[in-house]
């Protein structure tokens, strides 16, 4: 089993986000899975410029490590994204790996795997990033096995930290059973299924341009 992990900080594995990380990464390897860990500090990831070209042909006209990145994440069992909050939000280089995922949403090519959430902030509004991140999982067509975030205690350090590095263990352990086994998340499969009909009406309105998506509907469909 492969589980890659993508972490969004500038200070890379090094910082508060990169400390929560490696533990939920702990509890990966404990289940006998195989780990890749991209950081977008050092992969470059521009932003989207919207030129549509990924939507007609399946491959961004951007020059950059998108693509390899977008290679890796459709061949890998399950996923791991990591951010630190950033005004509410995640970081600027997790925003623009999303937005350049716009192609991968329309066709919804994630669809069966699963993913894990780790963020970690100044002092709070965890909850609200990790959901963000969550949803971002679904629209790709993958359920979220969980979240874990917490607020900082200091340079890689938290409060409780015994508490936290236990359930981001137990987090690592709970994606891997997930690929393994396969589990229903009834509420995200809900919102999945509604944005599946909605991905497949835009795509088909646009058919005429957007021939790569148009075809990975039809495959889609077909099955
Ligand atoms: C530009 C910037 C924006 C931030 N915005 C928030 C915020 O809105 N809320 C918060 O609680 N912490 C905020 N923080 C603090 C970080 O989320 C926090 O220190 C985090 O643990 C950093 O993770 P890292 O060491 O992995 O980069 C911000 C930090 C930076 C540099």
């Known amino acids: 089993m492969k589980i890659l992990a993508i972490i969004a900080s500038p200070r890379g594995m090094q910082g508060n986000t990169g400390r929560l990380l490696e ?39 951007i020059k950059d490590d998108y693509e390899s990145i977008k290679d890796k994440m459709l061949v890998c069992d ?48 965890d909850g609200e990033v990790i959901a963000y991140m969550e949803r971002f999982v679904n629209t790709l067509g993958a359920n979220s096995v969980g979240g874990i975030g917490s607020p900082m205690a200091g340079i890689r350090s938290f409060p409780d930290e015994t508490n936290l590095y236990e359930k981001a263990r137990n987090l690592g352990r709970e994606l891997c059973r997930s690929v ?4 229903k998340f009834h509420l995200q499969d809900e919102f999945i299924i509604a944005f599946r009909g909605r ?6 309105l646009m058919k005429e341009y957007w021939v790569f998506e148009r075809e990975q509907w039809e495959k889609k469909l077909s099955r």
């Open 180 to 183: 393994t086994e396969r589990p």
């Open 23 to 61: 533990e939920v990464l702990a509890g990966v390897k404990e289940s006998g899975a195989e780990t890749e860990i991209l950081s977008l500090k050092t992969l470059q990831v521009q932003p989207c410029v919207a030129c549509d070209v990924c939507h007609a042909t399946g491959i961004c006209n």
């Open 199 to 204: 991905m497949a009406a835009l795509v088909d």
């Open 78 to 125: 399950g996923f791991i994204l990591a951010s630190p909050n950033y005004i509410f939000s995640v970081s600027a280089q997790m925003k623009a790996l999303f937005d350049r995922c716009n192609g991968l949403i329309h066709c919804m090519a994630l669809e069966g795997k699963y993913a894990a959430i780790v963020e970690t902030s100044g002092g709070g509004e």
